[in-house]
Nanobody, 124 residues
Framework: VQLQASGGGSVQTGASLRLSCAAS????????MGWFRQAPGKEREFVAA????????YYSDSVKGRFTISRDNVKKTATLQMNSLKPEDTAVYLC??????????????????WGQGTQVTVSS
């Protein structure tokens, strides 16, 4: 399993970015997917997760209402649409796959494959 995250960049407050995570592996449609982020000097934190069929999603309180997670099981991609970005959203964003679970998870330890991360920088 390999995960490749892309779409990060440097934007100003209020802008939008769309992150994509491309996955290899024949059973992508059976995995839960998640996005996490890690800011300098801070611990990695949960951002959003989606169940195997996209039927369930969950967001951290800090991004709820601004970010949307989705997936395309045919294209084997998971996407994080980020709107109304704030400086506190600045971080490296990582996508992750929980290949043992179909239901979504907010727990970092349940994700067994991780992408390399993509940098998001939001300036005021």
């Amino acid at each position: 399993v390999q995960l490749q995250a892309s779409g990060g960049g440097s934007v100003q407050t209020g802008a939008s970015l769309r992150l994509s995570c491309a996955a290899s592996g024949r059973t992508f449609s059976s995995w839960a997917m998640g996005w996490f982020r890690q800011a300098p000097g801070k611990e990695r934190e949960f951002v959003a997760a989606i169940s195997w069929n996209g039927g369930s999603t969950y967001y951290s309180d800090s991004v709820k209402g601004r970010f949307t997670i989705s997936r395309d099981n045919v294209k084997k991609t998971a996407t994080l649409q980020m709107n109304s970005l704030k400086p506190e959203d600045t971080a490296v964003y990582l996508c992750a796959a929980a290949t043992a679970w179909r239901r979504l998870s907010t727990l970092e330890g349940e994700y067994d494959y991780w992408g390399q991360g993509t940098q998001v920088t939001v300036s005021s």
